[in-house]
């Protein structure tokens, strides 16, 4: 009789991606667990991977002819049921690998090869200490994981809280430790040191009664000498005089910005009646374990925060936890904190801009339970938490919550299918909803929560749309017209601030050759240089490639180089031309590449340290201040000629949102909208803050075009070094789907790609879009078999359910 395992290995290929079975060895009978993970041998040779237990059977008679695992990499699950089960669905609808999908939900720290250590973090008696760790604090794990009696001694230990197992892949993701104290004696026993101590000796006896002072109890070493005023020398006395040891305790590394205290948490806001009617009904699917997604449509500064943190509140009241999903946080501090200054010690942060180690921490205090409360970009969708109660999704529309490698998850599904399982009210938030989403909605699938009205009844600001094009013929080459001129030294006159966005999107600063038209493009890519002036070099975008600015034109020789585009550089030094007393905070990937660099100039413009600030996109969501009372668009329509059908949408959306950070507060505020298309259908319902009509004109372009929502979408992709071999690549899989395919549904192309070379790869497209094909599935399942079995021929096929890109 023998126990197997099923297990998924760390080898991603098609032929791999299913359950093998393993024999488990009889020391390890007692301790392997379904989610942990194991090393096993595999293939021929002595090959030995990582991999994730996935199930374990029940015990059987086998003839012996399984391999064994070798041993185990946790002493405790890293997946728990749901989230195995999870990454199982993601990896079929994503066709991706299940191995894939279980290392996408982990912290980096436990992606890697690591390597185990335990620790003594509490005291283990003397004999213990020199029989397992030889009187050291840490021993390899690695080296008696074998040893069932060991790891059985070490299990008790970790039961009693004596020692901590800690995977290490890098310096960085190690536990951190910090020194604390802890008190040798009795109340009676520093009483009597007391008498021994010189009176004179002042610090001394202050430490003394400190001691008796904190009972037995360590502390930090920094906050002892915080709360006793001594230094850390006469702590060094203490030691030496047996009154106190000193010990390391693990901490965690708080991500950026200091958690408040719980004494100084805000208190919630009084509702006003939309809020409270939206809160009442998420609070009811809370109580009810209702699975229920709620599409809360709400204009700018209609107190959509306020809903989602009170909503919060009641699922920690129903002793439940609560996941808050909002896009690229590092670009939204101001709603981390206002998180954070609700829920205190109970928040943990995720996002891209932690170091391994932060976030490794901060996903151990969730999977400890000890935060119940999680605000995340993209990937937090996967926050180990458990009984979860509420999953909110801020700005729900936006595109990055799609994640464009594989697995090619879209956070609302996978946040959707986990709120399934914890019978659990999903909110998606927006001023400007997607389409789909709002199509849902009016399908009654979602149920509409709408607050059309600011808080306070304060209006939505008027927008000014400017021509630009007269402008232009004015006053020559500009980014400012005077309209916008106008107002933005009336505002400084009045101590107001103003707040500026170029539009970056679908553009890039080149430079072109006046005399032969020549335009410096990438060497691997089909695409033209960026001009990048702080390095002084040309960069491309995709692949990183990066050269010097030239001087003389490499086609014709003639020194006539012109630079295209606006970048905000350019634009900051024409408005300090313009406005020579203003003070301005420029903010884009260049001034914010440093860490902490983000919160830092929105801090400074919070406080007025300067009258403008001037950014990209990244100013255009979440900012809440008061004192902003004038919005100004440069270029609206640098997005709308991109080759994409939601072209529209994304730049109503981000108008809408722009326009949405005047006047909020007391002071009335304006908007002005520079543009070249003063008539385009999306910038005039953005003016007119028309989303209900814009999506009406939007759905019926979508319906004669026959895009989503009307139609699902799916663009399947090959590419080769060799550009025919990616064609005929895709030419079968065409073929391969007209076959089976049922009559409503439309294959395009194949075509090459918009950008059709791109790290010397050339790519080929085909977008299938359908309504209802129940064979496409199991189709597309079978083309990523098959292409992935014929890997030699160096073609790689990706297979991407609702793309948001089409470039
Ligand atoms: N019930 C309330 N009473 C008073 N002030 C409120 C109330 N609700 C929200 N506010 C304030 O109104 C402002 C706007 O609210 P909030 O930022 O939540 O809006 P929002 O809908 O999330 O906006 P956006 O979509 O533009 O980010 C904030 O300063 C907030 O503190
Ligand atoms: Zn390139």
Known sequence: MAELAQVIVDVPTMQTDQPYTYAIPKRLESQIQVGMRVIVPFGRGKREVQGFVVGIDQPTEYDGTLKSIIGLMDLVPVVNTELLQLSRWMADQTYAFWISCLYTMLPNALKAKSHRVVRIVDEVDEQTSLDLFQGADELDFERYQNDPQIVSQLLKLKRQGKVSFEYQVEDRARVKKEIAIQPLMSFEQYEDERVGVRANAHAQQRLLSYLQQIDGQKVKLKQAEQQSGLKAGTFNVGEKRGWLKKIAVETYRTPAGMIPDDQHLDSPLKLNPDQQAAVAKIDQAID?????TFLLQGVTGSGKTEVYLQAMAEALRQGKTALMLVPEISLTPQMVNRVRRRFGQRVAVLHSSLSDGERYDEWRRIERGEAQVVVGARSAVFAPLENLGLIIMDEEHETSYKQDETPRYHARDVAAWRAEYHHAPLVLGSATPSLESRARALAGVYQLLRMPTRVNQRPLPPVEVVDMRPEMQRNGETNFSDRLLNLLNERMEKGEQSILMLNRRGFSSFIMCR?????????????????????????????????????????????????????TEKVA????????????IRMDVDTTRRKGMHAKLLKEFGEH???ILLGTQMIAKGLDFPNVTLVGVLNADTGLDLPDFRASERTFDLLSQVSGRAGRADKPGNVVIQTFNPDNYAIRYAQLHDYEDFFKAEMNIRYQAGYPPYYYTV?????????RAAAKAIYEIRNQLSVSLSKETVVLGPTPRPIARMKNRYYYQIIVKYKHDPKLHALLKDIMRQTQAKSRQDTLVSIDPEPQYFM
Do not use: W
């Open 573 to 584: 030094a024409e408005l300090q031309q313009l406005m020579p007393s203003a003070r301005v």
């Open 288 to 292: 009810q374990a209702q699975n229920q």
């Open 609 to 611: 340290q300067a009258d």
């Open 715 to 723: 663009r399947i992709m090959a590419s080769n070094e060799d550009e």
């Open 515 to 567: 005399d032969c038209g020549f335009v410096l493009k990438c060497p691997n890519c089909d695409i033209s240089l960026t001009l990048h002036m702080d390095s002084r070099t040309m960069k491309c975008h995709y692949c990183g490639h990066e050269e010097p600015i030239p001087s003389i034109c490499p086609q014709c020789q003639g020194r006539h180089i012109r630079y295209y585009g606006t970048g």
